[in-house]
């Protein structure tokens, strides 16, 4: 197993998740929005968002997939688990973990703006600009990342780092 490398460390992800949270909270007040977590990768930082945003909201689950086992995106998104409410004149916040290529958010913003939403917005914790195959708008954006194979924090590689507080990198022995 390749050892990990600390990107951003714990206190810096808690500073920028209250900081998601209080964006949220002054545009959403009173709404009781309903947030969709993007399984599996985003569920720790959807977890501690939720409890600092602190306000009423509901929250349900969506899996999509376009890596399977390697660290190259397939370039094919498939929905393994999809919304089962309407979200029909709901305000609906998405919680990502990274925005990369673009292609899974493109195509997920896409199949939730069909179910005609009252508002649709992306909160995601880490942005990799530099992979960007379409553009995506995001509207909370946490921290923008380096090229670099990221996990902890929730975020995976094979299924392996997810528990690690900190948001690491891989560093393999071709990148050096």
Sequence with gaps: MIAPRVLIPRDEIKKTVLRLAREIRRDLSGTNPLFICILKGSVV????????????????????????CGTETSGRVKMRLGIRQSLVGRHVVVLEDIVDTGLTVNYLMAYLKRKRPAGLRLCALLDKPSRRRVPVDIDYLGLTVPDRFIVGYG??????????????????????
């Design 45 to 68: 930082f959807a977890a501690d968002l939720v409890r600092a945003v602190n306000m009423p909201l509901e929250l349900d689950f969506l899996c999509l997939s376009s890596y399977g």
């Design 155 to 176: 975020i995976d590689w094979n299924q392996n780092y997810r528990y690690l507080p900190d948001i690491c990198y891989i560093e393999d022995e071709g990148n050096g």
